[in-house]
């Protein structure tokens, strides 16, 4: 069991930051909390006017003051619909209002950490962090407002003044509450656990949905659907489980809360009926015990399905404050002109989890406005290579330089703004070609045509049934492998960046169509240092220097011309490659 210390800041950590958020909106906090108190007081002066008109009726008083009671009572109604409404609206208001900014400031965290954290989360998680435990954080800041203040003016005031009227009456109430707050304290660590084993369960069914959704195509080419329903029918019978635990625990809070209105109710007349036989109590003042105790009851029962959520919530808000927690990518250091002079020294790296090197005692120079290829097997550290330049991982200290600067003492945000990557596989959104082509969402010099040209998707165009304003569907699922890449390669031609990445972008393009993006590459790159990755060799060949990687080292350096000459693996490969080629092109047999 946690002390109180540590309970308090464990609370604190769990809803600390929703609970700063709320302060923004005192004023309307503070005007439903002022019409909360105004309810209650209405409520509970209500069975007052009653029980005094039953009195007043059974002594045979006058008409002129039943009448009298009757229009205050249509005041008091009034009165309590209006407070009730105000009251709820303000703090509801306040709570979706908390929530916005809270999804706001989480997604604007979740954009800011890196691309490490990312390869080791879940992104079904993540959706379900920002929605199902962000309403459930929610709930505390505007519901338990409203609900706990009401609970909290009804519950003193009401027990008050039926001790005022009775103590016997109310002692026979209380002993009955008290049973109930002790079975409370014994459910509430199970509804905690159970709360936290249901979210958990909850997230692993998005993540699963989401990747068999997002892989329909393999699933059902491979013929494994039934493996994964079965996978998924595992998860859904965690969750079932868990919740079924869950539901069984609230649902004993709940039958707690409400049979204790009943018993208590019982008690009430048995303990008061034998008041007014004898004479200490009249049927006015018990007819107010009953109405006090029908409006606390309504309290008890908030309170019990309060005390039910409030776990799930906690869970919740820990679950949200443990994104908070990662720490973001920094975002402080120098952002001078960068022209795109690179230099590399000793480089390696592995990344983080890993157990081998990705890249081992990497060197090279590259002045602003040359081009450097990139060769080697996959898993030689190509990428890797590309991803430090971006800063999506940080190399040792020393060992990758821009322009003279250490890429850790820049800001990763001027190192992505002086790079445009292309990678193999490149991301396109549910969007029109035109759309994820202008991603960057600069003005360039560069038209959206001639970087769709430069990148030989125009000859596609045609097939489009609404050319560039082409719907491309999910993640660009109507387009095929090498129209994807050209996409990719338009998109960062047209962000007009003084650096080209190209992580193997012409991978997959027929021969021709790469011969036709070349020529449109070179006549576009205007001065830009271009890096590229490639297996194709031709690619490389003009390129004014080349990186031969195996297994993480430079096995050769040097142009095109010296690294044949070397008669080495990058000679070996390209005149395979060559002759493989014109094979191809050879006219087939007999025609």
Known sequence: MLRPLSWHRSIARAFGRPAALLRRHLGLVFVGMFFVPVHAAVSLWMPRLLGDALDH???????????????????????????????????????RLV????????VAHLQRLPIAWFDRSRSGDLHSRLTQDVELVRFVMGPLLLHGGSTLCLLPAGGWLMASMDVPVTLAAVAVFGVLFAGMRVLMP???????????????ISQRAQEDFAGIRVVQQFGIVDRERAAMATRNRRYLLAN??????????????????????????LVGGHQVVDGALTVGQLFQFTGYLALLTLPLEILGWT???????????????????????????????????????????????????????????????????????????????????MRFYDPPR???????????????????????????????????????????????????????AAAALDQDLPQFRDGLQTIVGERGVTLSGGQRQRVSLARALLSE????????????????????????????????????ASHRLSVLADADQILVLDQGRVVEQGDHRRLMALGGLYAQAFRRQHEAAALESLPEAGS
């Open 99 to 106: 929530e916005r900014q809270l999804k706001q400031d989480l």
């Open 398 to 452: 020393g060992t990758v330089f821009v322009d003279g600067h250490d890429v850790l003492d820049l800001r990763p945000s001027a190192l992505r703004a002086l790079f445009a990557l292309a990678p193999q596989e490149p991301f396109l959104f549910s969007d029109t070609v035109a759309a994820n082509v202008g991603f960057a969402g600069a003005e360039p010099a560069v038209g959206l045509d001639a970087a769709v």
């Open 57 to 95: 009726l059974q002594a045979g008083g006058p008409v002129e003051v039943l009448e009298r009671t009757c229009w205050l009572l249509l005041v008091l109604a009034l009165l309590e619909s209006g407070s009730r409404y105000v009251s709820r609206k303000t703090l509801i208001d306040a709570s």
């Open 244 to 269: 079924l635990r869950l539901v069984r625990l609230r649902s004993l809070l709940h039958a707690m809360s409400h049979s204790t209105s009943g018993v208590v109710m019982l008690g009430v007349l």
């Open 497 to 532: 960046r003084p650096g080209l990445l190209l992580d193997d972008t012409l991978s997959a393009v027929d021969p021709l169509t790469e011969r036709r993006i070349l020529g449109g590459l070179e006549r576009q790159r205007r001065g830009r240092t271009l890096l590229v």
């Open 307 to 389: 005390l039910a959520t409030m776990p799930r919530a906690y869970a919740a808000g820990i679950r949200i404050e443990e994104l908070f927690e990662v720490a973001p990518e920094p975002g402080s250091g120098d952002a001078p002109p960068l022209s795109g002079g690179l230099r590399v020294q000793g480089l390696s790296f592995t990344y983080p989890g890993g157990d081998r090197p990705a890249l081992r005692d990497v060197s090279f120079a590259l002045a602003p406005g040359q081009k450097l290829g990139l060769a080697g097997p996959v898993g030689s550290g190509k990428s890797t290579l590309l991803a430090l330049l």
């Open 190 to 204: 199970r509804l905690h656990r159970w709360s936290k084993k249901s979210q958990e369960a909850i997230g692993e």
